[in-house]
């Protein structure tokens, strides 16, 4: 199975930000230049004014942590992949440790962007690279389920997600950004967060 978290809220600050107070007094407590830090909404709120779904690495953190702990990743049946709003893809393997400390998350997420591998030597555990979502979906070649709370409402008894694509939203609000040919399946009208979804996919493997 692979999982893909698309539209992820996932990316260092871009450069129309860098100059914002908030932004450049995080950057000068990290001491990092502004645009090597990742955007976060609960440190940058004021920057972020009007596009309130950006900066939500956190989302990505639980979902990662749930995933790769998951017995389809240990048993190495599952393939993690992480897709952002910039159309940036990173590819997980199953034997990586994701920090279970954020802050120590946000220092391997802001080292993944700028060297584009971690470690920056030697085999890495993730790579990121540029790519839509829909060409990561036409790579892996398997049929996409897309969840999406209007999407056809299905039990998790009836979702089947052996041998497929499974996309989940890495994003606190409204639509995905990115268009993907998939079946979109709802598990019913209840809003769930991304790292619910997730835990409830990787369950209907072992049912
Ligand atoms: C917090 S939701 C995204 C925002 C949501 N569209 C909203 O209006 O708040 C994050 C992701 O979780 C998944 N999700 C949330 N509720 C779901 C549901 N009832 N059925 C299936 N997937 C759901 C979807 O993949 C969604 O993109």
């Given at each position: 199975v692979n999982l893909i978290i698309a539209d992820s809220e996932l990316e260092l600050v871009p450069p129309e930000m860098a100059k914002h107070p908030q932004v450049k007094e995080s950057a000068k407590i990290r001491g990092?230049?502004?645009?090597?830090i990742l955007l976060d909404s609960t440190n940058h709120f004021k920057a972020i004014f009007g596009e309130?779904?950006?900066?939500?690495p956190d989302i990505v953190h639980v979902c990662l942590l749930l995933a790769l702990d998951s017995l389809a990743n240990q048993q190495g049946k599952l393939k993690v992949f992480v897709h952002t709003r910039n159309d940036v893809i990173i590819e997980i393997h199953s034997s990586t440790r994701i920090p279970r400390n954020y802050n120590r998350f946000v220092g391997l997420m802001e080292q993944l962007l700028l060297v584009g591998k971690v470690p920056p030597e030697g085999t890495p555990l993730m790579t990121a690279r540029k790519g839509t979502l829909q060409k990561l979906v036409d790579e892996l070649g398997k049929k996409a389920v897309i969840f999406d709370e209007n999407g056809k409402t299905k039990r998790i008894g009836e979702l089947h997600l052996g041998d497929k694509t499974v996309i989940i939203g890495g994003f606190p609000s409204g639509d995905y950004l990115s268009k993907a040919d998939g079946q979109k399946v709802s598990l019913g009208s209840e809003q769930l967060c991304a790292w619910s979804a997730v835990a409830y996919a990787l369950s209907s493997l072992e049912l």
């Open positions: 990092k230049p502004a645009t090597e309130q779904r950006r900066g939500r």
